[in-house]
Structures are given as structure tokens and as C-alpha cells.
């Protein structure tokens, strides 16, 4: 697959505008937790016209990679656009998020008993403005074992709710995500290797620990090794997704907890790092 991996190509689109032909350079970090991601973003040389139709709260699609393998990196909206005169042309720097809408939500709401918790979840992420994919609910067991009421930001109520549920929630390009703390998504496991774009040494930086439900039911502390990784640049790696890893130093199925796309499409990085934990 690495002789697949060359000749770079974005796509960058913000409201119905699209641009694929403009120097980008990207940093974007997306994480399992339930803060929204941010992305940074410079575009070289918009029109006047272009950068003036550019506003607050304007969506944001981020497609890059090499080509024939090109993927959605980002989606989201701007928080923060800067204008800024380099030389004969400008310069546009762009902050973003995905999942912002999903803060400052209030919900006010009552269930009576016996509902199920796919129901509490669904509304929850509905009054936030998220989808609600049929793989997350599916993650989601039980109902309420007597009546139920929520008052507060949604974010803050659905923290709770997952903690209780022994759940992790996060967004992804808009929708609701979510999976067992220390488990992944359904999706097949991509394989990380040297031929596949992986780049130098895995390196180990932490030991991290988590709890977990064992088959008895009962609750314990693990401790999980955190793995450091770099490979070309892929859409493919997104929090939660499954990685099978094999390199000289460790082999194994991991969980991607961080994914951090860097690129700029006129030269210099182009790469995916990423922060591994064990699947237990």
C-alpha cells in the first residue's frame, strides 16, 4: 500500500464554497473525549470575495490525503476567522470545532421508570444537535430502574449518564459516538505497518490506567500501555477505531484515543499522529 501513498490532494469546502487548488496547511486533533475537536487552518489566497462570505459559525469540511485515497479529515464549524495581508496575497487562518453546538444546550426532562437508557441517550444527543448513528445505541443497555429526571446543560447530563452506564461518548464529524472505555468501535481494524505508512518506531510514553467490568461482573483497575505512532496521512484513523499494529518493537490490536492529522499541501508534513491504548 505505501506506493499508493503519494501525490497530495485537499478539498476544502466552508459553506457551499469548495477549493482544491489553494496552498492548506492543516493541524487537527480528535479525541475519545467528549470535548469537541479543534482544527486549525491557513488557506493561501482566497479572493476578497471568498474571505468575506467566511463568518462564525459558517460549517467546514476538511477532505485530504493521497490521491485515490483521499478521505474527511474534519467537519465542523468555524469558531474564529483571521484576514491577514503576506506579501502580494492573504493569508486566512481559520479555527474550528466539531461538536461545538452540542455545548451550552440546556435540558430540562423527566422519564418515568423503565424507560430505556437508548432513550435518555437519543434525546440527549437529539437537544444537542448531534446524529445519532444505530452503532452507538446499540452500545447502550437497560433502562431506568425508576423514574429519571435531568436538569442542566446536555453535555454535563450526558457525562453522567455514561459514567453511570460505563460508557465513553464523544463526537465525530457531527455525530454521537460511543464506545466501552476501554473497547472500540465495530469497524474492521486497520492495519499499521511499515507497508502500510507507518513511520519510524512506536514508542511506548505511558502506562495508563483504566477501569474495567471483568466477566465476573466486578469492577478493577488495569493498567493499559499507551503507544505513540506516526504514518502518511490517512482518513481512515479516526478515536475509537481499532488498530492492528506491527512493528519490530510491538505487535497487537490497540484503540486509537487521539488522532492528530498535520499537513500542508504544498511541501513538509503530511502526517497522521496517533495515541494508541491496548484493547482489552
Same mark, same amino acid.
Given at each position: /500500500?505505501?506506493?499508493?501513498?503519494?501525490? *497530495?490532494?485537499?478539498?476544502?469546502?466552508?459553506? +457551499?464554497?469548495?477549493?482544491s487548488?489553494?496552498r492548506?496547511?492543516?493541524?487537527?486533533?480528535?479525541?475519545?473525549?467528549?470535548?469537541?475537536?479543534? !482544527?486549525?487552518?491557513r488557506?493561501?489566497n482566497?479572493?476578497?470575495?471568498s474571505?468575506? !462570505?467566511?463568518?462564525?459559525?459558517?460549517?467546514? *469540511?476538511?477532505?485530504a =490525503?493521497?490521491?485515490?485515497?483521499a478521505?474527511?479529515?474534519?467537519? =465542523?464549524?468555524?469558531?474564529?476567522?483571521?484576514h491577514?495581508?503576506?506579501?502580494?496575497?492573504?493569508t486566512?487562518?481559520?479555527?474550528?470545532?466539531?461538536?461545538r453546538?452540542?455545548?451550552?444546550?440546556?435540558v430540562?426532562?423527566?422519564?418515568?421508570?423503565?424507560?430505556? &437508557?437508548?432513550?435518555?441517550?437519543q434525546?440527549?444527543?437529539?437537544? /444537542?444537535?448531534?446524529?445519532?448513528?444505530?452503532s !452507538?445505541?446499540a452500545?447502550?443497555? =437497560?433502562?431506568?430502574? %425508576?423514574?429519571a429526571?435531568?436538569?442542566?446543560?446536555?453535555?454535563?447530563?450526558? #457525562?453522567?449518564?455514561?459514567a453511570?452506564?460505563?460508557?465513553?461518548?464523544?463526537?465525530?464529524? =457531527?455525530a454521537?459516538?460511543?464506545?466501552?472505555?476501554? %473497547?472500540s468501535?465495530?469497524?474492521?481494524?486497520i492495519?499499521?505497518s511499515?507497508?502500510?505508512?507507518l513511520? %519510524?518506531s512506536?514508542?511506548?510514553?505511558?502506562? @495508563?490506567a483504566?477501569?474495567?467490568?471483568?466477566? #465476573?461482573? @466486578?469492577? *478493577?483497575?488495569?493498567?493499559r500501555?499507551?503507544?505513540? !505512532?506516526?504514518?502518511?496521512?490517512?482518513? %481512515? &484513523? &479516526?478515536? +475509537?477505531?481499532?488498530?492492528?499494529?506491527?512493528?519490530?518493537?510491538?505487535?497487537?490490536?490497540?484503540?486509537?484515543?487521539?488522532?492528530?492529522?498535520?499537513?500542508?499541501?504544498?511541501? +513538509?508534513?503530511?502526517?497522521?499522529?496517533? &495515541?494508541?491504548s491496548?484493547?482489552?
Amino acid at each position: /500500500m505505501t506506493q499508493e501513498l503519494f501525490n *497530495r490532494v485537499c478539498t476544502l469546502t466552508i459553506g +457551499g464554497a469548495e477549493w482544491s487548488d489553494l496552498r492548506v496547511q492543516f493541524q487537527i486533533s480528535r479525541t475519545a473525549k467528549s470535548k469537541p475537536s479543534p !482544527a486549525t487552518i491557513r488557506v493561501d489566497n482566497l479572493s476578497q470575495e471568498s474571505r468575506a !462570505a467566511i463568518l462564525r459559525g459558517t460549517s467546514l *469540511r476538511l477532505v485530504a =490525503g493521497y490521491a485515490g485515497l483521499a478521505g474527511q479529515l474534519f467537519s =465542523g464549524t468555524i469558531d474564529e476567522v483571521r484576514h491577514q495581508k503576506t506579501g502580494p496575497g492573504w493569508t486566512t487562518s481559520l479555527t474550528a470545532s466539531d461538536g461545538r453546538q452540542a455545548w451550552g444546550r440546556f435540558v430540562s426532562r423527566s422519564w418515568t421508570s423503565g424507560t430505556p &437508557y437508548k432513550q435518555l441517550v437519543q434525546e440527549l444527543a437529539g437537544q /444537542m444537535g448531534l446524529a445519532v448513528p444505530a452503532s !452507538a445505541l446499540a452500545m447502550v443497555k =437497560g433502562g431506568t430502574r %425508576g423514574p429519571a429526571a435531568m436538569s442542566g446543560f446536555a453535555h454535563r447530563e450526558m #457525562d453522567l449518564l455514561m459514567a453511570a452506564l460505563d460508557l465513553q461518548w464523544s463526537v465525530q464529524d =457531527g455525530a454521537l459516538q460511543v464506545v466501552p472505555p476501554a %473497547g472500540s468501535t465495530v469497524e474492521r481494524a486497520i492495519l499499521l505497518s511499515p507497508g502500510t505508512g507507518l513511520v %519510524g518506531s512506536p514508542e511506548v510514553i505511558e502506562f @495508563k490506567a483504566c477501569r474495567v467490568t471483568g466477566d #465476573d461482573g @466486578k469492577r *478493577r483497575t488495569v493498567k493499559r500501555p499507551a503507544i505513540k !505512532a506516526i504514518s502518511l496521512l490517512q482518513a %481512515g &484513523y &479516526y478515536p +475509537g477505531r481499532r488498530i492492528k499494529l506491527e512493528s519490530a518493537e510491538h505487535k497487537g490490536e490497540f484503540r486509537i484515543d487521539r488522532a492528530d492529522h498535520r499537513g500542508d499541501t504544498h511541501g +513538509g508534513e503530511f502526517y497522521t499522529e496517533l &495515541y494508541l491504548s491496548e484493547v482489552l
